[in-house]
C-alpha cells in the first residue's frame, strides 16, 4: 500500500508539464474562486509566462505531505483530483504546492490526500508588488518543519539503498530524466543521477513501520517529509525516531557522507502494547 501511495508522484510530475497549456483557465477558474484577491491573478499570470519556457530539469521535490483515510484497496481503480495548495515567489526560485486527493472510482470513498511541494529554480521574480506573491490554503500544522529533539532517539534504523534503486523507483511512474541519466543529473548540478526523494521517504516510513509500528501500516495516519539534500544510489540511511504520545519525530541522514537529508513527522492512530 506504502508504495502504490508513494507512486502518485507521477501525477505531480504530469501536472507542471502540462500547466502552461491550460494557463488560461486556471487563471479564469482561480479569479471566480478567490473573487477579490486580484493580486493572485496577476502573480499566477506572471507565473504561467514563466512556467511555459521553464526547464523541468531545474525542478526539485521539496516537501511531501500525506493524510491516509482507509486502507487501499487491494484491487480498485483509483480517480485522482488535482487542485493547487499554494505558490510562493522566492526571488530566483517558485515554490508550487500541488494536492492531489485520491478516491476509489466505484465507491467514491477518500482513500488518501497527497499535497506536493517542489522547487522550481530559475521561476522566480514573478511578483509585480514589491512585496513577493506568497499563496497557501492549508493549516500551518500540516507543513513539515519540525524540532528535532535533543534527546536520545527512541530508535534507530539503518538500511541501506541499492546502486539501481532509481531505476526501480522509476517504474512507480516517475521518469524524470534527473534519477537516470547521468547528463541529465550534471546540467543539474549533481556528480550523477539521484534517489527520488519518495523513495527517500518510503525508506524512513519503512523504518518506522518495523520500529515503532511493529509492522502495521494501518497505524500509519499521515505523514509529513522535508528534503534537505539529495541521496544517490547506494547509499546508506540512517533514520532516528523520537516518539512524542502519537507522532513520531524522524530524521535521516546519509551514513556514507554523514549528512541530514531528510526530517519530518508521522502521525499515527495508536501504538502496539508491545511498545
Not at 77 to 102: F, M, R, V, Y
Not at 127 to 135: G, H, L, T, V
Not at 245 to 258: A, H, P, W
Request: glycine residues 6%; charged residues 20%.
Amino acid at each position: 500500500m506504502l508504495l502504490t501511495l508513494m507512486s502518485l508522484n507521477m501525477f505531480t510530475m504530469k501536472m507542471v508539464r502540462s500547466l502552461s497549456r491550460y494557463c488560461l483557465h486556471l487563471q479564469l477558474c482561480l479569479y471566480v474562486i478567490l473573487g477579490q484577491v486580484v493580486s493572485f491573478f496577476l502573480a499566477w499570470s506572471e507565473f504561467c509566462l514563466l512556467l511555459s519556457i521553464y526547464d523541468p530539469r531545474l525542478l526539485l521535490h521539496g516537501q511531501q505531505y500525506i493524510e491516509l483515510y482507509k486502507p487501499f484497496p487491494s484491487s480498485c481503480q483509483i480517480h485522482n483530483k488535482i487542485s493547487l495548495a499554494g505558490l510562493h515567489d522566492k526571488g530566483k526560485a517558485a515554490i508550487l504546492e500541488i494536492e492531489t486527493k485520491s478516491y476509489e472510482k466505484d465507491s467514491g470513498d477518500l482513500l488518501c490526500m497527497n499535497r506536493t511541494t517542489v522547487f522550481l529554480r530559475g521561476a522566480g521574480g514573478f511578483s509585480k508588488s514589491s512585496k513577493p506573491f506568497s499563496y497557501t490554503n492549508y493549516p500551518s500544522n500540516q507543513t513539515s518543519a519540525v524540532k528535532i529533539p535533543e534527546s536520545i532517539p527512541f530508535s534507530v534504523f539503518e538500511d541501506r539503498t541499492q546502486p539501481s534503486q532509481a531505476l526501480l523507483y522509476r517504474l512507480s511512474g516517475d521518469h524524470n530524466p534527473l534519477h537516470s541519466d547521468p547528463i541529465i543529473a550534471k546540467v543539474a548540478g549533481f556528480s550523477q543521477p539521484i534517489l527520488h526523494g519518495l523513495c527517500t521517504l518510503g525508506f524512513a516510513v519503512r523504518a518506522i513501520i518495523k520500529c515503532i509500528c511493529r509492522g502495521d501500516q494501518d497505524l500509519i495516519k499521515s505523514i509529513a517529509g522535508r528534503f534537505l539534500l539529495h541521496v544517490y544510489p547506494g547509499e546508506t540511511l540512517v533514520t532516528e525516531m523520537w516518539l512524542e504520545g502519537l507522532r513520531v519525530i524522524y530524521r535521516t541522514k546519509v551514513k556514507e557522507r554523514k549528512r541530514t537529508v531528510l526530517s519530518g513527522f508521522v502521525d499515527l492512530r495508536g501504538l502496539t502494547s508491545s511498545l
